[in-house]
């Protein structure tokens, strides 16, 4: 049997694998990507495209190919609540960075915007550039099984078009195949909650829907209507995928009952109970029947292999976090993949992966399944979730408008639970707040300094740190003519020295070690200047300081002022990180 070589084999061209492929060839890691389909993903499926994400996209140079494709943030934002969309409308959540005080949030803590950016379309955007900067890509081509030895794995897969299987050979396998995860589970990845706690349908469809809904913009309108707390995410949904033509319902069915036959009028007679007009001509693409779930692995590794997105976190779509988390997994490891390939850090550097990324999917799956039992409220408001008849709901809807206490009563306990579901299409805490504890992960190194917690609510407001294992505050600094953030001073795949005037010990200390670092001196005449003091205020240090910032983003080490043992203190660190100590 023909053996074929790699640094690292990804399976899965998902937003996990397509974004560790596409990191590791931006790295010249050699890699190969082996793929179930012929083709990428053919549905929209994940779509919301947080800041953060953005920002791995804007480091690995794809930032502007999204923007050109993606649903612009200022059209995805009046998340509506409402009978039908012909129907009535209950009320609106300014969404998605859309609140004019949350949007000023998102200004200030990046040099990103989020956006719409609908599955089908991120694919081939990170599969494409991947693919131009050296990754091999076979479709076609099912993971079977792997077997691993001191110094590699070989992984048998089947080439679905020969009908044959061959071996790759491989120094590290990335499992990124998705929520029936064949690597994890190959791997003994121990998992912890429940698969199975809800049954979703899709129903894919076109429809010039503009009538309804080009005068209250958004990327999700939710139906209250009479079984739309069956199973499902929380409320009927209609999420556009294209404004305003290409649409996707989510509807639920009872998990225990098995989802129903999903023929095209079963689709249809769901797709015109959300529209709620007959008249508007609809053409149903396709269906597909889905569970909710709340699954994360404990750990994300075993050996040389390593699991990315949904085949480690797997939870259902509110809050829009699995494509997001997937990306930033791959983006976590990439570069600790690099870094031990070419012999600069130790493979211990790979134990931190587990112990950064496994706490956040944790978290996230949390959350998004928090979100959906966070809309019960609103049906509460009009009259429970126990379920009513069609005509008592309208009833319940119709009692709002009366000049009645209870009415009165009614509409305020309406406002505030769709007010509250800001934790789900406005929680800028839970896309921007993740944090690494030095606690865990070797590759942070802790300052000697208390955390100081978060000022409020962490998952609705980003709270910018330099702390040790938080993410790099960004400031919009100047090079000469060029405005650029503190962010696009750091990453390319490099540790990134930050310091001022009066830290030149951090420079000779950068300059004294082995490791490949770039230095960012900001100030006044210095290689960028602060013009609008953006980073004295954020940078947490002495102009004399530095932090040293991860070719991730995130800052590994804080000293806050110019130091007489710098050297030692920089080479300290970075034995830590890289697993030499
Ligand atoms: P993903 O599932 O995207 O990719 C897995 C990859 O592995 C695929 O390329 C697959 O072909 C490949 N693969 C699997 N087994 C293999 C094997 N044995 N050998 C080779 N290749 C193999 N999220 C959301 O936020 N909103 C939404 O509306 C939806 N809707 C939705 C619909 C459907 C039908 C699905 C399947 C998923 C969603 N999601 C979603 C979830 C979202 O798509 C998901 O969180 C991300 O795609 C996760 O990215 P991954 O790359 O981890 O897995």
Redesign the pocket.
Known sequence: MHTVETDVLI????????AAALALSTYGVPNIV????AA??D??????TNQRTMEVLRDLGVERDVIAKATPQHLMGNTTFCTSLAGEELGRVRSWGNDPLVQAAHELASPTRMCDMP?HLMEPVLVDAAVARGTHLRFS???KSYAEDADGVTVT?EDRLRGDEYTIRAKYLIG???????VAEDAGLPMGGQMGVAGSI?ILFDADLSKYTAHRPATLYWVLAPGATVGGIGAGLV?NVRPWNEW?T?WGYDVQAGPPDLTTEYAESVVRQLIGDDEIPVTIKSS?A?TVNEMYAETYSSGRVFC????THRHP?SN????NT?IQDSYNLAWKLKLVLDGTASPKLLDTYTAERAPIGRQIVTRANRSIRETAPVFEALGGLAPQTPEQLWANIEARKDATGAAAEQRAKLREAIAFKAYEFNAHGVDLNQRYDAGTSAAIVPDGTEDPGFDRDPELYHQPSSRPGARLPHAWITAGTRTLSTLDAAGGGRFTVFTGIGGDCWLRAAAARDADIATAVIGPGQQYEDPYGDWARVSEIADSGVLLVRPDGYVAFRHHAAAADAERLLGDALRRILGHD
């Open positions: 399976v899965g061209s998902g937003p996990a694998g397509a082996v793929t179930r389909y990428l993903a549905t929209p499926r994940a779509h919301i599955q081509t099912v993971y897969v990124a195949d998705g929520g029936r995860s064949k899709n999420r996707l989510v597909s889905w990315a997105g949904d085949a779509p829009g976090l699995g494509s997937s």
